[in-house]
Structure formats: structure tokens, C-alpha cells
């Protein structure tokens, strides 16, 4: 007798996410349906605007990874109309995107993702002292967990709970069986959790220095950069290599040693062994180094063959509506497809809650639209862009992962897991953190004899442009696709990481990522279906970028309507 | 000044009100900030900032310490709509450990759905008990905008698949007061620029309550955490402009506080992103600067502890907190010239136009918008 369980709110994500799952008289799961249940429509309001106030727009799709968007479609009409913008513009935009990573990385993993690893409740039995002591094991410079701050961290969150007044932290899956960490290892990783509150503030500031602000920076131009005055400005270089330092070194000391305390204490759970099922993965070069260089590879492994690695040919990805609210009648491509909405609602059936509104997954039942490449579902992140460079021989990232493995005494097919992913983010954290200092000191010598941050780009209404860019944002490749008419979008596309992760099953039965990530897991208590999160967040969902797709080639949009029936 | 003296015998009531009320905080707000190295002195200091902030006469300063003192007696319910979570993030972003985020630590949050621990079935428990075990106390902050064409399918949240235009509804009924944070919540946002393709709309247009609306794109934490520190103090709605918007904060222009008005009133201009002017700092008017159409404390506020704003980094203010910017303010690197504006003429501001010459400004834009502006809500 299978149970359906229905997960909605998905918490501590970007946007809104439901994941249904049907699990068998053993609680083992053999079909999981990924949902987006927010549709907004920015592709729609793109078209007739002038070009140059993409990036702006397009940022607003997400707060989380606020710049990506905003380069990203930046980027896309600069391909379009052909302008090759200055080196300083480069360094700038990449120095942006290092700030970002560490911030997003670091909230991520702490703030987002941590408190399925952590229980809270826990660590209210720790010693201190020994949760010190044991702190050294994973570093021999630890950060927050000397023993009276572990003591202070501890008294605060006995507060909460003696008071049984938990605020956040309350209803959660506290004792779940399938939190592995000590008592004292959920202490350290606790009062990490409160000291990256303060230091992502410290990165959110990095990206403010060339950005104006962040969320959503405003220093970005068609041609290139505005931010000249902070440029040339030494006070605010040291400021930016200042802020770097306080978060590279927590980076270092504790997020990199709590991974290493997560793989000890979670290497033999099987709920966090699985989790890569889709065993195709993709990803785009991105941070500029001196000389040109990138810091990532781009390429594309199919089945787990690492010694496979082929180049990327945009020309193969295509996308398939026949489970998302849409209408279409084939796959399309990215610069020929359409958008047309098709809500179709729930099905009323029996779960593990009683009698609820449930996914049709016979029918439509998601805003995502599901991209392949090849036909083949792909995942993208950190995990796909470390591997993509690791079977490139790419050697900063080869001896990262190897040194990685040592470490933990892991082999390499651990990578292919939930820990694997969550570990593949830190260590790219931790390679753009180092990395970012050669584009800074790149920066320092090219500033001495150069000063240019823009070139005027020029639009010739009467000519038709079509251009794209590709990028590596936090949650993996991203790309925006542009046709530009009569000086103006004709139509736009963004295909993003989580729409690649996260899309429903295609025409063809094939399922996405975080569909075949469910498969065959066992949950522990289907009512608390901690193991499911634990896993979705593995992803890093941003639900908000995912919902996107579109064109509106050839249709005018007096066409647009919403049937709330499919009819 | 008799208004103030009722007013703050009014405060002094609500204060003692709540206090009646039990903590929902372990510790007290002087307890944890001594915990973070910050002394009864500047917590003082605090006070009288944020009362300035607020336009109020400095002997308020003591209601303000009373009343981040007892934010923990008031339960706060955030909810999250047709949105980009950039709101929720410029407050996890705010300063580091400064009072500003201490005391929103202070308040007792009791759903979040970025922050919260719970998931799903769980969350949505979460959030039925707090809306009717604190009915007709809590505050309501929204994020986001709400979509209402199709019956509001665009959007459902939870497990019993519930629209939010269904959950916003619902959780505005028992509110004390709501605060839309945000242009999405306030007046549709993006999703609502043309053609509007999901019927988005602001809070206030589809609840029957007075809103306070926040405009940016997104509001600084301060402007977040000085509303809500208002509220604690007084149960009820600081002064608000023709828009809803607190008149403490969005009282003044862009272009008034402006660090580069000087060189708007001597005339210097930057022509093209990257010049010799843009070096120098000059006046972004002429690449598409909105400050002299935007009410917003963003030049002496500025962003991330301070960090920077968009016209320190070179490029004009967008007008992100205005109604309907996405279509009124386009293009966005362009200079706006005259034009209509929430339906209000923009007249010529004489002094930059004469230097200007041939650019036609349009300055001044809705500055009699402010003349419009509402008394203090009773």
C-alpha cells in the first residue's frame, strides 16, 4: 500500500517549491514529483523594452543570487551587439562575482542548508569543554568554539528552548534518527551557525563596494562598469581585500572543517549516500584570472564518464513543457520558444496528512519547464562545475578535490552523493575565495596604466541582433538567450540552474534531477520527512529563477491569455 | 506641541499595555546586548537616533529604549508572495551585530519561511497557531506582490494549496497592523510592470486594512526596523505620505540629499559613463539618474553598514521606491526630461535647466506631492 507525502512550504529556499513523494509499506520512496508553485511572468514584461534596462530587470528574478541575473543579461546583449568591453570591466564584474559566491556559499550552507545537518536540541546536552577540544580535531585554528563561547552559545539556545518558546526553530525534525553529529560536534557546528550571520554581512559589504548595494547591486552597463570612483579609489581596494581576508579565513577554519566533521559523522548514514541519480552534469568557464584565463572549465560529462568530457553546444539544448502549465507542442529551442500559460490545478487524494490537494502527475503540475541537453536530463551547481574541471585535468581544482578525499579518507564515488554536492560547494567556496586574490591583484596592474570601465555601445534599430551569454552562477550554469528588434526585445530567455534541476518529467518519462534524487530513499517517519529536505537542499533551490522560459516569437501578445482549465 | 504631549502619553499607555503581556525571549534585549559587547550607553545613544530618525522630539528617546525593550512581547508573521526573497535578505544582510539586527533578532518572529527551521505540514501548523493564538496582535509584514488574475493560481503556498491572495487575506483579518516591505508588496513591483501578465498587485488593494508601505527595491534595514520599532511604540501608523509611505523616511528626495547636488547646481555633468566627470564624481542626471523624482533616504542611509548606494558606484537611482517605476522611470540610463508622472506634472527646476540648456529637465517632478501628504493616522 503506497502513501503519498506532501512537502509544502519547502523552507529556508529562495521561493516556493513543493516536492510530493509516494513511499511503499516500507517508507521507501519510488516516485517524487518537484513542483514550483509561483509563476510571474518577467519574460513577458521584458518584450518591447529597450535593451539596455535588461540587467536591472532581469535581476529582480532573484534577490539571492542577485548579481548572476543581472550579469548574465548584461552579458547576453553585449554578445548581441558585438561589444567587447574593457579589461577593468572584466576583473570588476568577476571580482563582483567572487564577493558574491562567498556570501551565497556561506548563507547557504549555514542558514539554509546547515539546520538539516545540525540539531539544534542536541547540542543543549554538549560539554563544552570536550566540544572544544573535539573542534580541534577538524582544524588547528578553530573559529567560534573555544569553550566559554560554546558555553555562551549554549546558554542562549537553552533559553529558547526552556522557555518551549522556540520561535524559528520550532516544529522542526529535532531527534530525527538520521541527525548523525555528537551532541558537542552539534554545538560547534551551532555556534557556527550564529557566527555566519555575522560574517556573510561582511561579504554582502564586499559586493557592495563595486556594486552600490546588496541585494541588487546597480553598477552594471551595457559596455561595461560604473563604478570608476571605487575603482581607482586605493582606500576602497584595501577595503574589498580587507573584508576578504575576515571571510576567507572563517572559510577556511570553520566552514571547510565542519564539512570535514560532516563527512566523518554522516559517511555511513545511507540517507546522504544516494542523491545523484541523473549522472549527466554540465558547466560554463567562468572568473576571469589574468590573462584571460578562467578559473572553471566548460564542458559536459554524460553518464559519470569523467574521462568523457565534450565540449558544450548550445545548439542541443532544448526544452519540454508536457508536464509544466504551459502549452507547447515539442521541445523547443532556447531562441524559439514560447510561453503560453496552461494551469491546471490539483488532484483532491488520500496522504499521509488526510484527505489534500495533489500534484496531477500524470498531467501538468509545475511552472518549471524541463531543459535537456540531448535529449537527456542534466544536472548543474557546484558539484557538476568541480567534476566538469576535474576530468579536464584542470590542476587547482584536481588537487582540491584530491586533497579533499585524503582528508576525509573518502573515495572519489563519494563525490556522487548529497554529502558529495554539499562538500563540492564548499571546496568551490573555498577555491573562488583564493582564486579571487589573482583577479585582484590583476586588477591592481592593469589599473596603473589603464583606466577604462566602458565603451558606448551602439543599437541600429534597423538591423535584427541575436546574442547570448553563459556563466557560472552560485547554483550553477546559467544562460540568457536575446533577440533584439527595431532597437528593442523582440524576446528573451533565461535557462536557469534550478530550472535544469528541478523540472518536472518530460515527454519522454525521463525525470530531472531532483526527481531521480528521491528515488529509493527511505524515510525514517514519513510524517517528518526530514531526509527529503536534507537532500532537495543539497541543490540549493532558487525557485524564483527556475520559473522562466520563454519567448514570444512570432506571437503577439494580445495572445496571451490564461485558460484556468486548460481548455 | 500639545500633539506630542498626547502622543506621548498615548505611547506610555501602549508600553505598559504590552508589558502586561509575558516575554517570549529568554533573555532580556540589555542581557543580549551586553552579551555583544554594547553598553546601556550606546543603547542610549541608539535611541535617540532612531527617535531623530523618526522626526519626534528628543524626550521620546526613552519610549524608543522601552520599546525595543519589549519588541519581544510583540509576535511578528512574514509572508512570502510573488517575490525575489531580496527584501528578507537586505535584512539578514544588515549591519553586523548592531542594534538595528540585534533587536530584530529581539522580536519574537514567528514565521519566516526562508528562516524557519520547520518545513511543510509543520510550517503551515506553524503559522495557523501563531495567526490564532496572537489574533488581533501581531504584526503582518508581506513580501512580495500579490497575483490575482485567474482566481490567484499564479501563486499557492503549503500543503492544502491554498493561493496567496487566499493566505494574505486570511492573515490580514487578525492583524494589528500590516507592513507590505518592499516596492512587490507595496505597489506590484516587477511582476506588475506592463502588461501585468499574473493581475499583481499591492497588499493594500486587496485588504480592506490600512497598509504602511515600504518602497525599495530593496528597503534598507533601516527602514524596516524604524517602522517596526514605531509600531511597538505607538500600536498604530507613524505619518505617512500620499502613497502610504512613512514620511520619516520618504519625506525627502533623493536629489535634495544628494552627495553630488552640488554639482547638479554648478552644472556638471557626467555625459557618458566612465569620463573624466564620472571620475570626478559629477551629477548623474544625464545618464538617467531618477533621484530628483524619488522620495527616499538612501544618500545619508546608504546600504550594507553603510557600505555604498548606486550613485556612489556611478550610476543614477533607478526610483525604485516610487509606484509603477519599472514603466514610469524606463529608460533607465536615460534622462527622464518632462513628462507626467503618477499623473502629476514634472515642472522645470529653474536652477539646473538654465545651466542645462538644451536638456530639458523635469525637477521637481511630484515635490507637490508631499504637500498631499495624510496626518497621522488615528
Known sequence: ?567 | MDTHAALYEQGKARLDALRQFAPRQQQTLLEKLQQHGISRRDFMKWSAMVTGMLALPLPFSNLVAEAAELADRVPLIWLHMAECTGCSESLVRADTPNLDSLIFDHISLEYHETLMAAAGWQAEENLEHALETYKGRYLLAVEGAIPTANNGSFLTVGCKGHTGLEIVKHAAEGAAAIISVGTCAAFGGVQAAYPNPTGAKGVHEVVSKPVINLGGCPPSEKNIVGTLMYFIMFGKLPALDMFNRPKWAYGARVHDNCERRGRFDAGEFVEEFGDHGAKEGYCLYKVGCKGPYTYNNCPTERFNHHTSWPVLAGHGCMGCSEPNFWDDMADFEKPLGRQLLHGLDATADTVGAVILGATVVGIGAHAVASIFAKPLEE
Not at chain 1, 235 to 245: D, G, I, N, S, Y
Not at chain 1, 313 to 335: C, F
Not at chain 1, 390 to 407: E, F
Open chain 1, 1 to 567: 500500500m503506497s502513501k503519498r507525502v506532501v512537502i509544502d512550504p519547502i523552507t529556508r529556499i529562495e521561493g516556493h517549491l513543493r516536492i510530493e513523494v509516494e513511499v511503499d509499506e516500507n517508507n521507501v520512496i519510488n516516485k517524487a514529483w518537484s513542483s514550483s508553485t509561483l509563476w510571474r511572468g518577467i519574460e513577458v514584461i521584458l518584450k518591447g523594452r529597450t535593451p539596455m534596462d535588461v540587467g536591472l530587470i532581469v535581476q529582480r528574478i532573484c534577490g539571492v543570487c542577485t548579481y548572476s541575473h543581472y550579469r548574465c543579461g548584461t552579458e547576453a546583449v553585449e554578445n548581441a551587439l558585438g561589444i567587447q568591453i574593457p579589461l577593468n570591466a572584466k576583473y570588476l564584474r568577476s571580482l563582483m562575482l567572487t564577493s558574491l559566491f562567498m556570501h551565497d556559499h556561506i548563507v547557504h550552507f549555514y542558514h539554509l542548508h546547515g539546520l538539516d545537518w545540525v540539531d539544534v536540541v542536541s547540542a543543549l546536552s554538549a560539554d563544552p569543554a570536550k566540544a572544544a577540544q573535539i573542534a580541534l580535531k577538524y582544524t588547528d585554528k578553530p573559529i567560534a568554539a573555544g569553550e566559554g563561547e560554546l558555553r555562551a552559545v549554549q546558554e542562549r539556545v537553552k533559553g529558547f528552548v526552556e522557555t518551549g518558546k522556540l520561535g524559528p526553530f520550532a516544529n522542526a525534525y529535532w531527534g530525527n534518527g538520521t541527525y548523525k553529529f555528537t551532541p558537542e560536534q552539534n554545538l560547534i557546528a551551532l555556534s557556527h551557525y550564529l557566527k555566519a550571520l555575522e560574517v556573510q554581512r561582511v561579504a554582502a559589504e564586499m559586493l557592495a563596494i563595486f556594486g552600490g548595494k546588496s541585494p541588487h547591486p546597480q553598477s552594471l552597463v551595457v559596455g561595461g562598469v560604473t563604478s570608476v570612483r571605487d575603482m581607482l579609489s586605493p582606500a576602497r581596494l584595501q577595503e574589498w581585500k580587507q573584508k576578504h581576508e575576515i571571510v576567507t579565513d572563517f572559510i577556511l577554519r570553520a566552514y571547510q572543517a565542519d564539512i570535514v566533521m560532516a563527512a566523518e559523522a554522516f559517511g555511513t548514514e545511507p540517507s546522504v549516500l544516494g542523491g545523484v541519480n541523473v549522472k549527466n552534469f554540465m558547466a560554463t568557464n567562468d572568473f576571469v584570472l589574468a590573462n584571460g584565463e578562467y578559473l572553471f572549465d566548460q564542458g559536459v560529462i554524460m553518464n559519470g564518464d569523467l574521462a568523457g568530457v565534450s565540449d558544450i553546444n548550445p545548439d542541443l539544448i532544448a526544452e519540454d513543457v508536457s508536464h509544466a502549465w504551459y502549452n507547447a507542442d515539442a521541445p523547443q529551442h532556447p531562441y524559439d520558444g514560447t510561453t503560453i500559460p496552461n494551469y491546471t490545478g490539483f488532484v483532491e487524494r488520500d496522504t499521509v496528512y488526510g484527505k489534500l490537494p495533489t500534484l496531477d502527475g500524470d498531467g501538468k503540475y509545475s511552472w518549471v519547464k524541463s531543459p535537456r541537453y540531448q535529449g537527456e536530463p542534466v544536472e548543474v551547481g557546484p558539484l557538476s562545475c568541480l567534476l566538469v574541471s576535474y576530468a579536464r585535468g584542470n590542476k587547482v581544482v584536481v588537487d582540491a578535490v584530491n586533497a579533499l578525499l585524503a582528508r576525509t579518507g573518502l573515495p572519489v564515488e563519494a563525490l556522487f552523493t548529497t554529502l558529495g554536492r554539499t562538500a563540492a560547494r564548499m571546496l568551490q567556496t573555498v577555491i573562488v575565495a583564493q582564486e579571487g586574490l589573482k583577479t585582484f591583484d590583476a586588477l591592481l596592474t592593469n589599473i596603473q596604466s589603464d583606466e577604462t570601465t566602458y565603451v558606448k555601445p551602439h543599437i541600429d534599430p534597423s538591423k535584427e541582433y541575436v546574442g547570448h551569454a553563459m556563466m557560472e552562477a552560485p547554483r550553477g550554469m546559467l544562460s540568457h538567450w536575446i533577440r533584439i528588434k527595431n532597437g528593442v526585445i523582440e524576446n528573451y530567455q533565461a535557462v536557469v540552474p534550478t530550472t535544469w534541476n528541478a523540472g518536472p518529467v518530460d515527454a519522454n518519462g525521463k525525470i530531472g534531477p531532483y526527481e531521480a534524487s528521491l528515488i529509493g530513499l527511505k524515510l525514517e517517519d514519513p510524517t517528518k520527512p526530514l531526509e527529503v529536505i536534507r537532500i532537495i537542499h543539497s541543490f540549493d533551490p532558487c525557485m524564483a529563477c527556475s520559473v522562466h522560459v520563454m519567448d514570444f516569437k512570432g506571437q503577439a501578445l494580445s495572445e496571451f491569455r490564461v485558460s484556468p482549465n486548460g481548455q
